[in-house]
């Protein structure tokens, strides 16, 4: 059994869970996932790693309540066990000397690209964020991206903060910072990491996405999270989550996604959980 250290809700339906599991925490690193249950009955739950911390044993997510199983994610408390947490999984991400590196980051992403920019700013590079929210008050941990970043780039759909609108407008917006990346690195909801790939690739950018978002076991055994990339057969959990994302069938990607929709939602009505949105 594992202990909760922490849980708690750091903006709207969006939470931040860390939990006790040394030796998960000696071996973390970035872009790394692990895969957790919330009670003995509970499905397995893949969540990207935001942080760590050696000394505390500890290891953080961030994840946002969607349905049945992370509605009961969001219902612990410190002091809490949960049965099963299983990591570090997946490829870590490539760091290197690269130059200039664009880390870009939506809802469950503003956590998991955290360890990415420290380990690229480490590493030698310039380091630029640019993080994106329907709103203002949809926004956390900008100050520890701020403490690794050169800067901090914020777009709100309405307004409320930094640029309007959607990275739709991130060749314009690159162009009014002054922002040259040699490398852009995406994770966040699917739409975003197709959209910024879409812009980057006639700029000639290599741009990194993750695609984590469709994952059940973890061994490539039960084929939920299969996708395309550069028209071979891969699977995120195993061959990823990491991709080229100049590479990615989206098209396919969105597809296989959407058919998982009604699953995700079902169990939660029928749970009761939903009144806790």
């Not at 880390?103 to 994106?132: D, Q, T």
């Not at 991130?170 to 990491?193: F, N, S, W």
Request: with cysteine; charged share 25%; proline share 5%.
């Amino acid at each position: 059994m594992f202990p909760v250290v922490e849980r708690r809700m750091i903006v709207p339906n969006v939470h931040v869970l860390s939990i006790e599991a040394p030796e998960v925490a000696e071996s973390a690193r970035p872009g790394n996932f692990i895969i957790l249950r919330p009670d003995e009955q509970g499905e397995r739950i893949p969540l990207t790693i935001a942080d760590w911390d050696t000394s505390a044993g500890t290891v953080t997510s961030v994840f946002v309540q969607v349905g049945a199983s992370t509605a009961k994610l969001a219902r612990l408390k410190p002091g809490d066990r949960i049965p099963s947490y299983a990591g570090p999984l997946g490829h870590e991400t490539e760091i290197d000397r690269f130059g200039t590196v664009l880390v870009i980051g939506g809802c469950y992403g503003l956590g998991s690209i955290h360890p990415i920019a420290r380990a690229l700013k480490a590493a030698g590079n310039r380091v630029f964020a640019l993080i994106e929210a329907r709103s203002s008050y949809l926004l956390y941990w900008e100050d520890r991206l701020r403490a690794t970043c050169e800067r901090v780039v914020v777009i709100t759909r309405d307004g409320s903060r930094g640029y309007k609108g959607h990275v739709t407008r991130l060749a314009e917006i690159l162009a009014l910072e002054g922002i040259k990346p040699d490398r852009v690195i995406v994770h966040g909801c699917t739409y975003q990491m197709m959209e910024i790939s879409g812009q980057t690739q006639p700029l000639g950018i290599k741009t990194i996405v993750s695609m984590n978002p469709i994952m059940i076991d973890g061994t490539g055994m039960c084929g939920v999270c299969r996708l395309t990339v550069a028209g071979e057969t891969k699977f995120a959990c195993v061959d990823g989550p990491e991709f080229d994302g100049h590479e990615v069938d989206w098209e396919e990607f969105l597809a296989r996604r959407e058919s998982y929709s009604s699953e995700e939602v079902e169990p939660l009505h029928r749970s009761g959980c939903a009144s806790h949105f």
